[in-house]
T-cell receptor, first 117, second 112 residues
Framework: GAVVSQHPSWVICKSGTSVKIECRSL??????MFWYRQFPKQSLMLMAT?????????EQGVEKDKFLINHASLTLSTLTVTSAHPEDSSFYIC?????????????FGPGTRLTVL | QKEVEQNSGPLSVPEGAIASLNCTYS??????FFWYRQYSGKSPELIMS????GDKEDGRFTAQLNKASQYVSLLIRDSQPSDSATYLC????????????FGKGNQVVVIP
């Protein structure tokens, strides 16, 4: 149980284009989803938290107009990197949290490796 | 003060030995504690959760929690080369929009 999928697993795009990454919880309803970014050999960096039907809450320093998050249903969240540039190249990982109390864990998707040329 | 601290550098252990990882947290009201394993180039996967003081065992893994000392640890018994990974300690603060606060991780290298 608690499987989270991400699509695509990797993407290469030209500078200036937009890229959409999908995150789905396959066997549970995710009231909260999180988006992380991780550069090589560095720790996870939380970008934003989204609750179904609400606007995402972005961490300090993360541009909300550049990283558009849509949590349209209890099983789907999308991250769109708009006008991507080489410095946006990174490993993007979503995480989903089932409904429940403080004891509930977060489950991670397999990640999307973005390379911007 | 960081929410979750994992201060040890890379840990090298011989195959079959015990690997011991430590983590401290700052929010005394935290109730939920987790250990994730992350292989190089992959995303984190949940391996242990613990909520009460004491030990919790799952196979070769044992999580230990001491809320008074704000301390969580993970023991890996009979370490195998496949245990070579980065281990992330995660804590759910009492206030924090349901998110987990992660430590930077400890790299474990099991030497055959």
């Amino acid at each position: 149980g608690a499987v989270v999928s991400q699509h695509p697993s990797w993407v290469i795009c030209k500078s200036g284009t937009s890229v959409k990454i999908e995150c789905r919880s396959l066997d549970f309803q995710a009231t909260t989803m999180f988006w992380y970014r991780q550069f090589p050999k560095q720790s996870l960096m939380l970008m934003a938290t989204s609750n179904e039907g609400s606007k995402a809450t972005y961490e300090q320093g993360v541009e909300k107009d550049k990283f558009l998050i849509n949590h349209a249903s209890l099983t789907l969240s999308t991250l769109t990197v708009t006008s991507a540039h080489p410095e946006d190249s990174s490993f993007y990982i979503c995480s989903a949290r089932p409904a429940g109390g403080m004891a509930v864990a977060q489950y991670f998707g397999p990640g999307t490796r973005l390379t911007v040329l | 003060q960081k929410e979750v601290e994992q201060n040890s550098g890379p840990l090298s252990v011989p195959e079959g030995a015990i690997a011991s990882l430590n983590c401290t947290y700052s929010d005394r009201g935290s109730q939920s504690f987790f250990w994730y394993r992350q292989y190089s180039g992959k995303s984190p996967e949940l391996i242990m959760s613990i909520y009460s003081n004491g030990d919790k065992e799952d196979g070769r893994f044992t999580a230990q929690l001491n809320k008074a000392s704000q301390y969580v640890s993970l023991l890996i018994r009979d370490s195998q080369p496949s245990d070579s990974a980065t281990y992330l300690c995660a804590v759910r603060p009492l206030r924090g929009n349901n998110r987990l606060a992660f430590g930077k991780g400890n790299q474990v290298v099991v030497i055959p």
